[in-house]
């Protein structure tokens, strides 16, 4: 298959750009509109992008021939899928690869925050400890957990919390009927029947700032918000008042909105655990990622096959 051509707009790993370019000719760009960089033959002849970075009309318009759209990783809302579908382009991404490795962090960030584990860690190395007291932090187990988002990887964090003896709510777009979980009709009500809440949404214009001021503030002041999904859904600045005024135990995030940009605030909060974005980022999901990736490629090249339909 190396005459197949595979343009990816954005980046990747090593890893992966090595599998890919030992199987397809493969070409890079930055972004969409730096798709007129490309040779002119190679995009009269490209049927195949990886999408890693925004992807809309100018795509298929300077790639004529363009069939197929692998969006790299689980979440799309950096495609404009309507638009995409609308060329008549079929698409794929590589759900259900982070499911577990997501829901992992999710509970590190929540048992870290309630428990004060990185706050102690600063405490311990700042030569506090024997000069100043540490203050009592919260309990986990047979806490109430609220999950904004039950997909595959709100279920795996559903299934860690049954661990830890939690009882389990979620809000979705549509009540599950094969779980055994109680069912929030809003997201206000979800936060007003939890210890903590869990976001695990998609992002997209449908779920910007699902979270606002009145959803934190029915969450109880021992509350821990975790954010893993993306950070569009919090109204960041809600949750940044929230937090400075004490109305909130503390966060736990893993996205944020405009990332990688942080604001000041956000950071100089002591009950704020922040990490880049990275929670399906184990070597186990890279060696997965790698793998689906090209088969996904190769069943497409195949026959035209998505075995990996958005």
């Avoid at 509970?107 to 600063?122: F, I, K, N, P, S």
């Amino acid at each position: 298959m190396g005459n197949q051509e595979v343009v990816l707009i954005g980046t990747m790993s090593l890893r992966m750009s090595e599998g890919v370019r030992q199987r397809f000719s493969f070409h890079q760009v930055p972004s969409e509109e730096s798709l007129d960089t490309l040779p002119a033959d190679v995009r009269q002849r490209t049927a195949v992008i990886i999408a890693a970075n925004k992807i809309g009309a100018r795509t298929p318009a300077m790639l004529p021939a363009l069939r197929f759209v692998l969006n790299l990783g689980i979440g799309y809302d950096q495609l404009d899928l309507p638009t995409l579908k609308a060329a008549g382009l079929a698409a794929a991404n590589l759900a259900g690869l982070a499911d577990e490795c997501v829901a992992d962090m999710a509970m590190a960030l929540l048992l870290d925050v309630a428990r004060g584990t990185t706050r102690g860690d600063r405490f311990v190395r700042a030569g506090k400890w024997g000069k100043q007291p540490f203050p009592f932090v919260n309990r986990v187990t047979a806490k109430r957990l609220g999950i904004l988002g039950l997909g595959s990887i709100g279920l795996a964090i559903a299934k860690r919390a049954e661990g830890f003896r939690m009882s389990v709510a979620y809000h979705n777009r549509r009540r599950r009927s094969d779980v055994p979980y109680r069912y929030a009709e809003s997201v206000r009500a979800l936060a007003a029947m939890s210890d903590h809440l869990v976001i695990a949404a998609p992002g997209g214009a449908e779920t910007r700032h699902l979270v606002n001021a009145a959803v934190l503030a029915a969450l109880p002041p021992h509350g821990v918000v975790v954010n893993i999904g993306r950070g569009s859904i919090i109204d960041q600045e809600a949750l940044i008042e929230a937090l400075a005024a004490d109305k909130l135990w503390g966060a736990g995030l893993d996205v944020l909105d405009g990332e990688p940009a942080v604001p000041p605030r956000l950071l100089a909060l002591d009950n704020v655990v922040l990490t880049p974005h990275r929670a399906g980022s184990t070597h186990e999901t890279s060696d997965d990622a790698v793998a689906l990736t090209i088969r996904t490629l190769e069943a497409w090249f195949r026959d035209g096959t998505n075995i990996a339909p958005i």
